[in-house]
Nanobody, 115 residues
């Protein structure tokens, strides 16, 4: 059974930065061939795709270019989301999953952007 564990969220002031991590507990070799993605869900809104990264580390989509950057470490079954110059509208619970939303969702990690 696959487990997704997101971390790194918190309270940050506008203009601040956070680095989110998503550890995928899955059989060896599976993670490394998958396109993974970050999603977010703000209060009262549907979950939306933020960005996706291919198995070999190329960003294939990014709804927040210039401020958000993805990376991954296949040896650690982990993807990262570096978020800079955060804005109040970035506040949400952030989740990871495959680009096809294959697995059961984790608990996510909450990002609060407030002065």
């Amino acid at each position: 059974q696959v487990q997704l564990v997101e971390s790194g969220g918190g309270l940050v002031k506008p203009g601040g930065s956070l680095r989110l991590s998503c550890k995928t507990v899955v059989s060896p070799g599976i993670f490394a061939v998958l396109t993974m993605a970050w999603y977010r869900q703000a209060p009262g809104k549907e979950r939306e795709l933020v960005a996706a990264i291919s198995a070999d580390g190329n960003t294939i989509s990014n709804s927040v270019p210039g401020r958000f950057t993805l990376s991954r470490d296949n040896a650690k079954n982990t993807i990262f989301l570096q978020m800079n110059n955060l804005k109040p509208e970035d506040a949400a619970v952030y989740f990871c999953n495959t680009h096809s939303e294959t697995w059961a969702w984790g608990r996510g990690t909450q990002v609060i952007v407030s002065s």
